[in-house]
């Protein structure tokens, strides 16, 4: 397992963007795939987007395809979160997580063993 730090969350206007930083403390993430959740309030945590260790493929939940884009930077060891065209319907906990190394990307919450402790995003009308 690794442990991990989101940073880049806030308040923003509808419409506005935010990127969300997720990195790895003591290590890197080269080799995870990694993967956004997010999770509203007296709501569970759903699958935002996902990519693998190279980057060459990426998972988009249909709410956000358009409009949020998953990166990385292995350079630096860290995954990006670009929230375009925000809506209050983002507003949410937004949470990294990291797969074992060598893994491929997942839609799944249980296929991931390291998690954040999540960003606050909320987005005003």
């Known amino acids: 397992q690794v442990q991990l730090v989101e940073s880049g969350g806030g308040l923003v206007q509808a419409g506005g963007s935010l990127r969300l930083t997720c990195a790895a403390s003591?290590?890197?993430?080269?080799?995870?795939?990694v993967g956004w959740f997010r999770q509203a309030p007296g709501k569970e945590r759903e699958f935002v987007l996902a990519?693998?260790?190279?980057?060459?493929?990426?998972l988009v939940e249909d709410s956000v395809k358009g409009r949020f884009t998953i990166s990385r930077d292995n350079a630096k060891g860290t995954v990006y979160l670009q929230m375009n065209s925000l809506k209050p319907e983002d507003t949410a906990v937004y949470y990294c997580?990291?797969?074992?190394?060598?893994?491929?990307?997942?839609?799944?919450?249980?296929?991931?063993?390291?998690w954040g402790q999540g960003t606050q995003v909320t987005v005003s009308s």
């Open positions: 997580a990291a797969r074992t190394p060598g893994l491929g990307p997942s839609r799944a919450l249980a296929d991931f063993g390291s």
């Open positions: 990519i693998s260790w190279s980057g060459s493929s990426t």
């Open positions: 003591g290590r890197t993430l080269t080799r995870h795939a």
